[in-house]
Each structure stands twice: as C-alpha cells, then as structure tokens.
C-alpha cells in the first residue's frame, strides 16, 4: 500500500511540475511543450525525476 502511495505522489508532483514548467518555457518563448497524458504521468510515477527529466531531455531533442 505504501509503494502505491508513493507512485501517485510521484504521478501527481510529476503531472503538476510539468504543467509548471510548460508554463515558464511559454513564457520565455522556448518551442518546447511536454504534454499531460497517461504515458508521461506513468514516466514520472516509475521513474520519478530521472523520468521527468528524460521527458524534456527528449523534446528539446526533438527541437534539434
């Protein structure tokens, strides 16, 4: 029960740092967007920062 207490607090902190930083990159005018789905939440909940981190890693790859 707790390693699933732990993976929704992940998926919720993961989801919610996402919106946040699409946010701050929308502001400064970056081309970069990471959307909110199911994948990238279970990216965040397993992986956790690594996870979140590798999301964005990937999409600024894509800019490239």
């Not at 207490?5 to 919720?12: A, D, E, Q, V």
């Not at 740092?17 to 990471?34: C, E, F, S």
């Amino acid at each position: 029960m707790e390693s699933l207490g732990k993976f929704l607090l992940r998926c919720l902190t993961g989801g919610v740092a996402i919106i946040t930083l699409n946010l701050i990159l929308a502001g400064q005018g970056m081309a970069t967007y990471v959307g909110v789905n199911m994948i990238t939440l279970l990216t965040c909940g397993v992986l956790g920062l690594p996870g979140f981190l590798a999301l964005y890693g990937l999409s600024f790859y894509q800019l490239i």
